[in-house]
């Protein structure tokens, strides 16, 4: 075994650390330690605050309480989970969690904590309290913000309001900052900075807010939240104290009973704006973090900025030293309003410029140029103030999206150059143009869009009739408005169908559909439903009830109604037309009692018919569509809560024909595809199904159900063996500067807990460790990058999220997220190594784009292009993992533990081990996937072979399209499937073969097929579909075959010589017209072996199989006259032999299938093709090859069973006539050619 490191590596720096790990450390301790260092998230901080608070409350001899309400949203859109699993620590805490029906009354919930002691019957000396909610919910929240924050709040009591804003819009209808919505109700607001910010200015807040009397906003964003670090947690610290600069008026400031309105105004303006300044002086709440004696650069920086100031002056080579010898001094706002004016004043006297870094509108820059207006001359010259513009007016600090560290760095560093400069200054300067330049420049575009999860019920319930249109909303059903589903526009939460009560006095339009999700509708959504039923226009509201608020992780729905209680609640107010659809409606048809008796019941499979009686109903209409939300389902599967069916989808390969139906059916993203050697099929991707099973209903007998089994693992016979004593590795670092590894992935497949486990890893050794999870839509199949920092010790750490240039490891698990601009621009040629998964995983899209081709080639170059010419480390981690552990996600600690082999992850193996063990999912299987990571490092073919695919897995990109893209010009271009059907060159092939004679009757028993194994050579390609149709019907049929083939290559070889495209085409398309799938051929798929084979390899037990037909003389019929299909039991093994052996009839007087209109359609379709290929034999020439063999390649486009074949024939007859017309006119040709 060679169990060396890669030798495209740098050489290493360092040997294995052998630090120190924290063994007793829990997950419990990030609420249970009261000192010392833990490892949490931002969130969890937010959860462990009102802990905290507790403890100084006892400590000061207060009998106190917590209440936390408000309503999720991203960034806090996890924030009431993990209120939830830390109930028992909230609990002892007296701490109440009671989440909001929506923002406001979330927000009323905490005014009413503020006056539990202006009345008699108060348990506690007072209740601090937490709102949360996202930026749109801030600005919901208006009325009762104004109103509470002036009446105040309690001497022991305090709120803190938490805004979730995005700035970047990831997981948002609009970008949003907070700040305004806050001042407007003159709430002071504190910004922090990170984690350890978060803790420090919360409890500062809750101080500030007692001695304010105000409410205090709280800005988070996904930078502070959904970021992880060590942290210290000492509740004492830090000694709060109360200014003694100013003078409270008499009765203080906090909430009272009664209060007129002027005095509550009065005592907002005139005192609780100034005691909020006060606080913030004494406590040093704004402070200079950077001085330097001779200061002439001010930057004036806040929260998430103040990371990214640090980070782009050490991107820049300044050190605190270098900035203290050049002349840079810098200010941490805490507090961004009302900004501190004394503070500020005296950090800028003495500077010349002052650069103010803030995020989205200038806010403080506003302010401190407001309050330097009058700058007292004897405090020497006021110096400039730029921020989001310059002094010329140029727009330097946008206000768009999010800044970065980068964007800092440049403006920074042209400030200093206008009095220091240096070479390397410039120099990083030009490297960011350089880089600016290079990502400009093209490269494939293929986005990994947000999808809806395998099995959820939106990919069902969002389909509308043809002909009719629906408006989109808040939550899940948002994503089908970039989606071909005639879903256009949308509203604020709360407001779904409101737009159409405007819209339709003045419109021909008669009817529209308005999705909305029982989320919303316990939101505030039932309103508007009530204001459409007041304006009486026609609407049809499809309430989606999934039992899970979806968009956010799964949280129960705030509130209690069920699916009967909706429908009654909807008939009080009024609507007549009820329809209930669900995936089981069984389990309502037996309650019908518990509905009004207007309701109608279906299943799910009637959707497109009732919504077409809906339509035409006047008024406004009710369906509610039942089904609970797949992802929801698997996690309670997981969790014992669910049954889990034993029951599993196959899709039989050969019989597949690569039409998309299923796909089309079923809008699932776990519906895959199959590159084979005869074109382009379909499989189920098992470690993302959710099992909904609607994929079935696709028409074509190729599904399936295996019944009982387990999905087979590769890897058992010899893995400990292979897997025992493997070497240590040599890190390529000593953290004496930091090391910084992005991960790239797609939502769902583990990227977030490898990024959990590294950073927990780096907290057990004592190192610096922050961890940034950029997800957005991710857990909807979107992208998702998280950004690890390793140093060692906290201090050395700033910003958390990487900048341009600075990533040591890109570990790609995903080829696609890696492509984007986000993730290339960390790359840089001389500093970064790239390890890329490249399992070729499409995107959702691909669902309704069945041709859809994946770039993976133009990543690889991309790649390689950002890496300064070096190769990356490739492998397919995905199909490896999948073999040796039977599910997809261990590819994640897969690829982990190959790039730790290679020495590009410095932490102990034992840090890393432990982590895996507290994260405490499937400990076993993720600490065997990294272990053959780490062997796939040392020896990949050892890993291929224990997979059962020995040579199959290569260290490059080994992908079939790849190895499509690696045979010579001509003997792919053609594929079906493929690129294209026509050749890119025709004329650039290699030399034609001799092909099989046409009467050679060899190969007459079955072979195996492995249609997985591409063929190499065109002789390969013949000889395979000829033997192929001889098992099909007998040597005679299979001879004309090959007497066309070879009579097409004769003729190519003399007006092109060593051309084969046009051969290869003809043998292709000839042979799947003349293989067409019929009854007989069917049920000799099933059962020649092949299927028996596909089925061993992928599944173990005892097992039993369902078939999915619609046989044409058992089946019924829909509306639309089309065939419906049924599930048939094993015994259909037997009828399928017998009817396999009754092929010899086909074509005869006996063959009862072959009179069906469908059958003599195919056997005319064969005959037409070969008259085809001899007219375009008869003219052909050098001039018109290319497009001989576009025509000959038409047939690439006929797929699919019955009425799905139909609609696929039609089409390429109309294209076949497109082409045949140009070619029945050269001048036409020329024309063509010519332009």
Same mark, same amino acid.
């Given at each position: 075994?060679?169990?060396?490191?890669?030798?495209?590596l740098?050489?290493?720096?360092?040997?294995p650390a052998?630090?120190?790990?924290?063994?007793?450390?829990?997950?419990?301790?990030?609420?249970?330690?009261?000192?010392?260092?833990?490892?949490?998230?931002?969130?969890?901080?937010?959860?462990?605050?009102?802990?905290?608070?507790?403890?100084?409350?006892?400590?000061?001899?207060?009998?106190?309480?917590?209440?936390?309400?408000?309503?999720?949203?991203?960034?806090?859109g996890?924030?009431?989970?993990?209120?939830?699993?830390?109930?028992?620590?909230?609990?002892?805490?007296?701490?109440?969690?009671?989440?909001?029906?929506?923002?406001?009354?979330g927000?009323?919930?905490?005014w009413?904590?503020?006056?539990?002691?202006?009345?008699?019957?108060?348990?506690?000396?007072?209740?601090?309290?937490?709102?949360?909610?996202?930026?749109?919910?801030?600005?919901?929240?208006?009325?009762v913000?104004?109103?509470?924050?002036a009446?105040?709040?309690?001497?022991?009591?305090?709120?803190?309001?938490?805004a979730?804003?995005?700035?970047?819009?990831?997981?948002?209808?609009?970008?949003?900052?907070?700040?305004?919505?806050?001042?407007s109700?003159?709430?002071?607001?504190?910004?922090p900075?990170?984690?350890?910010?978060?803790?420090?200015?919360?409890?500062?807040?809750?101080?500030?807010?007692r001695?304010?009397?105000?409410?205090?906003?709280?800005?988070?964003?996904?930078?502070?939240?959904?970021?992880?670090?060590?942290?210290?947690?000492?509740?004492?610290?830090?000694?709060?104290?109360?200014?003694?600069?100013?003078?409270?008026?008499?009765?203080g400031?906090?909430?009272?009973?009664?209060?007129?309105?002027?005095?509550?105004?009065?005592?907002?303006?005139?005192?609780?704006?100034?005691?909020?300044?006060?606080?913030?002086?004494?406590?040093?709440?704004?402070?200079?973090?950077?001085?330097?004696?001779?200061?002439?650069?001010?930057?004036?920086?806040?929260?998430?900025?103040?990371?990214?100031?640090?980070?782009?002056?050490?991107?820049?080579?300044?050190?605190?030293?270098?900035?203290?010898?050049?002349?840079?001094?810098?200010?941490?706002?805490?507090?961004?309003?009302?900004?501190?004016?004394?503070?500020?004043?005296?950090?800028?006297?003495?500077?010349?410029?002052i650069?103010?870094?803030?995020?989205?509108?200038?806010?403080?820059?506003?302010?401190?140029?407001?309050?330097?207006?009058?700058?007292?001359?004897?405090?020497?010259p006021?110096?400039?103030?730029?921020?989001?513009?310059?002094?010329?007016?140029?727009?330097?600090?946008?206000?768009?999206?999010?800044?970065?560290?980068?964007?800092?760095?440049?403006?920074?560093?042209?400030?200093?150059?206008?009095?220091?400069?240096?070479?390397?200054?410039?120099?990083?300067?030009?490297?960011?143009?350089?880089?600016e330049?290079?990502?400009?420049?093209?490269?494939?575009?293929?986005?990994?869009?947000?999808?809806?999860?395998?099995?959820?019920?939106?990919?069902?319930?969002?389909?509308?009739?043809?002909?009719?249109?629906?408006?989109?909303?808040?939550?899940?059903?948002?994503?089908v408005?970039?989606?071909?589903?005639?879903?256009?526009?949308?509203?604020?939460?709360g407001?779904?169908?409101?737009?159409?009560a405007?819209?339709?006095?003045?419109?021909?339009?008669?009817?529209?559909?308005?999705?909305?999700?029982?989320?919303t509708?316990?939101?505030?959504?039932?309103?508007?439903?009530?204001?459409?039923?007041?304006a009486?226009?026609?609407?049809?509201y499809?309430?989606?009830?999934?039992?899970?608020?979806?968009?956010?992780g799964?949280?129960?729905?705030?509130?209690?109604?069920?699916?009967?209680?909706?429908?009654?609640?909807?008939?009080?107010?009024?609507?007549?037309?009820i329809?209930?659809?669900?995936?089981?409606?069984?389990?309502?048809?037996?309650?019908?009692?518990?509905?009004?008796?207007?309701?109608?019941?279906?299943?799910?499979?009637?959707?497109d018919?009732?919504?077409?009686?809906?339509?035409?109903?006047?008024?406004?209409?009710i369906?509610?569509?039942?089904?609970?939300?797949a992802?929801?389902?698997?996690?309670?599967?997981?969790?014992?809560?669910?049954?889990?069916?034993?029951?599993?989808?196959?899709?039989?390969?050969?019989?597949?024909?690569?039409c998309?139906?299923c796909?089309?059916?079923?809008?699932?993203v776990?519906?895959?595809?199959?590159?084979?050697?005869?074109?382009?099929?379909?499989?189920?991707?098992?470690?993302?199904?959710?099992?909904?099973?609607?994929?079935?209903?696709?028409?074509?007998?190729?599904?399936v159900?295996?019944?009982?089994?387990?999905?087979?693992?590769?890897?058992?016979?010899?893995a400990?063996?292979?897997?025992?004593?493997?070497?240590?590795?040599?890190?390529?670092?000593?953290?004496?500067?930091?090391?910084?590894?992005l991960?790239?992935?797609?939502?769902?497949?583990?990227?977030?807990?490898?990024?959990?486990l590294?950073?927990?890893?780096?907290?057990?050794?004592?190192?610096?460790?922050?961890?940034?999870?950029?997800?957005?839509?991710?857990?909807?199949?979107?992208?998702?990058?998280?950004?690890?920092?390793?140093?060692?010790?906290?201090?050395?750490?700033?910003?958390?999220?990487?900048?341009?240039?600075?990533?040591d490891?890109v570990?790609?698990?995903?080829?696609?997220?890696?492509?984007?601009?986000?993730?290339?621009?960390?790359v840089?040629?001389?500093?970064?190594?790239?390890?890329?998964?490249?399992?070729?995983?499409?995107?959702g899209?691909?669902?309704?784009?069945?041709?859809?081709?994946?770039?993976?080639?133009?990543?690889?170059?991309?790649?390689?292009?950002?890496?300064? %010419?070096?190769? @990356? *480390?490739?492998?397919? $981690?995905?199909?490896? /993992?999948?073999a =040796?552990? &039977?599910? #997809?996600? +261990?590819? !994640?600690?897969?690829?982990?533990?190959?790039?730790?082999?290679? %020495?590009?992850? @410095? *932490?102990s193996?034992? $840090?890393?081990?432990r /982590?895996?063990? =507290?994260n &405490?999912? #499937?400990? +076993?299987m !993720?600490?065997?996937?990294?272990?053959?990571?780490?062997?796939?490092?040392?020896?990949?073919?050892?890993v291929?072979?224990?997979?059962?695919?020995?040579?199959?897995?290569?260290?490059?990109?080994?992908?079939?399209?790849?190895?499509?893209?690696?045979?010579?010009?001509?003997?792919?271009?053609?594929?079906?499937?493929?690129?294209?059907?026509?050749?890119?060159?025709?004329?650039?092939?290699?030399?034609?073969?001799?092909?099989?004679?046409?009467?050679d009757?060899?190969?007459?028993?079955h072979?195996?097929?492995?249609?997985?194994r591409?063929?190499?050579?065109?002789?390969?390609?013949?000889?395979?579909?000829?033997?192929?149709?001889?098992?099909?019907?007998?040597?005679?049929?299979?001879?004309?075959?090959?007497a066309?083939?070879?009579?097409?290559?004769?003729?190519?070889?003399?007006?092109?010589?060593?051309?084969?495209?046009?051969?290869?085409?003809?043998?292709?398309?000839?042979?799947?017209?003349?293989?067409y799938?019929?009854e007989?051929?069917?049920?000799?798929?099933?059962?020649?072996?092949?299927f028996?084979r596909?089925?061993?390899?992928?599944?173990?037990?005892?097992?039993?199989?369902?078939?999915?037909?619609?046989?044409?003389?058992?089946?019924?019929?829909?509306a639309?006259?089309?065939?419906?299909?049924?599930?048939?039991?094993?015994?259909?093994?037997?009828?399928?032999?017998?009817?396999?052996?009754?092929?010899?009839?086909?074509?005869?007087?006996?063959?009862?299938?072959?009179?069906?209109?469908?059958?003599?359609?195919?056997?005319?379709?064969?005959?037409?093709?070969?008259?085809?290929?001899?007219?375009?034999?008869?003219r052909?020439?050098?001039?018109?090859?290319?497009?001989?063999?576009?025509?000959?390649s038409?047939?690439?486009?006929?797929?699919?069973?019955?009425?799905?074949?139909?609609?696929?024939?039609?089409?390429a007859?109309?294209?076949?006539a497109?082409?045949?017309?140009?070619?029945?006119n050269?001048?036409?040709l020329?024309?063509?050619?010519?332009?």
């Open positions: 075994m060679n169990r060396t490191a890669d030798p495209r740098p050489s290493s720096l360092a040997a052998a630090d120190s790990v924290d063994g007793g450390y829990t997950l419990e301790h990030k609420y249970t330690r009261t000192d010392g260092r833990i490892y949490l998230s931002g969130v969890q901080a937010l959860v462990r605050l009102p802990l905290m608070q507790q403890l100084r409350d006892r400590a000061a001899g207060l009998n106190t309480g917590g209440f936390v309400s408000g309503y999720r949203g991203s960034p806090l996890g924030f009431d989970l993990e209120l939830w699993r830390a109930r028992k620590h909230l609990d002892a805490a007296k701490v109440k969690f009671q989440p909001g029906l929506n923002e406001d009354l927000a009323t919930m905490v009413g904590t503020q006056q539990t002691n202006l009345f008699p019957g108060a348990r506690v000396d007072g209740v601090y309290a937490m709102w949360y909610g996202k930026g749109p919910g801030v600005d919901r929240c208006g009325d913000f104004k109103h509470a924050n009446a105040g709040t309690s001497r022991h009591g305090g709120v803190l309001a938490l979730a804003d995005d700035h970047a819009c990831r997981s948002s209808t609009l970008p949003h900052g907070s700040e305004e919505e806050f001042v109700a003159m709430m002071p607001v504190l910004n900075a990170g984690v350890q910010d978060i803790l420090d200015l919360g409890l500062l807040g809750w101080a500030m807010s001695y304010t009397g105000r409410w205090i906003g709280f800005k988070t964003i996904a930078e502070t939240v959904e970021s992880s670090a060590s942290v210290e947690v000492d509740p004492f610290a830090r000694q709060i104290v109360l200014p003694e600069d100013f003078e409270l008026p008499p009765g400031l906090n909430i009272r009973w009664p209060d007129p309105p002027l005095d509550q105004e009065m005592r907002l303006h005139r005192y609780a704006v100034r005691a909020a300044q006060a606080f913030v002086r004494a406590n040093g709440v704004d402070r200079t973090v950077m001085d330097s004696p001779h200061a002439r650069l001010g930057i004036v920086t806040t929260g998430k900025s103040y990371l990214d100031v640090l980070q782009a002056l050490e991107y820049l080579g300044l050190d605190a030293r270098a900035c203290r010898d050049i002349g840079i001094r810098v200010y941490k706002v805490g507090m961004t309003w009302p900004l501190e004016p004394i503070g500020i004043a005296a950090f800028a006297q003495g500077l010349d410029d650069v103010v870094v803030e995020e989205k509108k200038a806010f403080i820059e506003r302010q401190m140029k407001e309050q330097f207006y009058n700058w007292p001359a004897s405090a020497g006021r110096p400039s103030i730029v921020g989001k513009y310059d002094e010329a007016g140029e727009w330097i600090l946008p206000s768009t999206g999010e800044l970065t560290p980068a964007t800092i760095a440049a403006v920074i560093g042209k400030r200093i150059q206008r009095f220091f400069n240096t070479e390397s200054i410039e120099q990083r300067l030009r490297w960011m143009e350089a880089k330049a290079e990502m400009a420049m093209p490269r494939a575009n293929f986005p990994r869009v947000p999808h809806y999860c395998s099995g959820c019920p939106h990919n069902t319930s969002t389909v509308v009739p043809e002909g009719s249109r629906a408006l989109g909303g808040i939550g899940c059903h948002y994503m408005t970039w989606m071909d589903r005639s879903t256009d526009t949308f509203t604020h939460m407001g779904e169908g409101v737009t159409w405007g819209q339709a006095p003045f419109t021909d339009t008669p009817h529209v559909f308005q999705n909305l999700g029982d989320g509708y316990f939101h505030s959504g039932s309103l508007a439903i009530r204001q459409s039923i007041a009486g226009v026609n609407i049809t499809k309430i989606l009830y999934n039992d899970a608020v979806a968009m956010t799964g949280q129960p729905v705030d509130g209690s109604l069920s699916v009967p209680d909706i429908a009654r609640q909807m008939r009080a107010e009024g609507v007549h037309s329809a209930l659809v669900s995936d089981d409606i069984g389990k309502w048809t037996r309650r019908r009692e518990l509905f009004p008796s207007e309701v109608e019941f279906h299943d799910r499979s009637e959707l018919a009732v919504q077409k009686r809906l339509r035409e109903v006047k008024g406004t209409s369906l509610i569509y039942d089904q609970t939300c992802t929801e389902k698997r996690r309670r599967r997981k969790r014992g809560k669910l049954p889990d069916p034993a029951k599993r989808v196959l899709v039989n390969s050969l019989v597949c024909e690569g998309g139906d796909g089309e059916k079923s809008f699932c776990s519906v895959l595809p199959k590159e084979t050697e005869f074109g382009r099929k379909r499989q189920i991707d098992q470690s993302g199904c959710n099992k909904d099973y609607s994929c079935v209903s696709g028409f074509c007998p190729s599904f159900t295996v019944h009982g089994g387990q999905l087979r693992k590769g890897g058992k016979a010899d400990a063996a292979l897997l025992q004593d493997l070497p240590l590795p040599s890190f390529r670092s000593d953290l004496s500067q930091p090391w910084n590894i991960i790239t992935g797609v939502g769902g497949t583990g990227v977030v807990t490898i990024g959990a590294l950073g927990m890893a780096g907290h057990l050794e004592g190192k610096g460790a922050s961890v940034l999870d950029q997800t957005g839509l991710a857990q909807k199949g979107g992208a998702v990058t998280t950004h690890i920092r390793l140093a060692r010790q906290p201090e050395d750490l700033h910003a958390v999220r990487i900048a341009a240039g600075e990533a490891l570990l790609g698990c995903d080829m696609v997220v890696v492509n984007d601009y986000w993730a290339l621009s960390k840089r040629g001389d500093r970064s190594q790239v390890v890329l998964n490249t399992y070729e995983a499409m995107p899209s691909f669902t309704t784009h069945p041709d859809m081709q994946f770039p993976a080639a133009d990543i690889v170059a991309g790649v390689r292009l950002a890496l300064g %010419g070096r190769e @990356p *480390l490739l492998l397919d $981690a995905t199909q490896l /993992a999948t =040796l552990l &039977g599910d #997809a996600i +261990a590819s !994640n600690l897969f690829m982990l533990g190959y790039a730790w082999q290679q %020495g590009l992850v @410095p *932490l193996y034992t $840090a890393l081990m /982590a895996i063990e =507290l &405490g999912a #499937a400990v +076993a !993720n600490q065997q996937a990294f272990a053959w990571g780490r062997l796939a490092a040392l020896d990949l073919a050892a291929q072979q224990a997979a059962g695919m020995p040579g199959s897995v290569a260290t490059g990109a080994e992908s079939a399209a790849q190895r499509l893209q690696q045979l010579p010009p001509g003997e792919w271009e053609g594929h079906e499937g493929g690129a294209s059907a026509a050749p890119r060159n025709p004329h650039n092939a290699r030399q034609a073969r001799d092909l099989p004679a046409a009467g009757a060899t190969d007459t028993g072979a195996p097929l492995d249609d997985t591409l063929s190499r050579s065109l002789h390969e390609l013949v000889a395979r579909r000829r033997a192929f149709l001889v098992d099909y019907q007998d040597a005679a049929y299979a001879a004309r075959y090959a066309l083939v070879e009579r097409v290559r004769e003729a190519e070889q003399r007006v092109a010589a060593g051309s084969t495209a046009l051969t290869e085409a003809v043998a292709r398309y000839a042979f799947k017209l003349m293989a799938k019929d007989y051929e069917v049920a000799r798929l099933y059962t020649s072996g092949d028996k596909q089925l061993q390899q992928q599944f173990d037990g005892a097992y039993s199989l369902r078939f999915h037909l619609a046989p044409p003389l058992l089946a019924r019929k829909d639309q006259g089309r065939a419906l299909k049924r599930e048939f039991g094993p015994w259909m093994f037997t009828a399928f032999k017998w009817l396999a052996k009754l092929r010899v009839l086909r074509g005869g007087a006996f063959d009862l299938f072959g009179y069906s209109a469908e059958r003599r359609g195919e056997r005319q379709l064969i005959a037409d093709y070969e008259r085809t290929v001899g007219e375009l034999l008869d052909l020439g050098a001039d018109n090859l290319a497009l001989a063999v576009e025509i000959a038409v047939p690439e486009h006929i797929r699919g069973y019955g009425h799905v074949k139909e609609a696929h024939l039609h089409d007859k109309q294209r076949e497109r082409l045949l017309a140009t070619w029945r050269p001048k036409a020329h024309i063509v050619q010519a332009a």
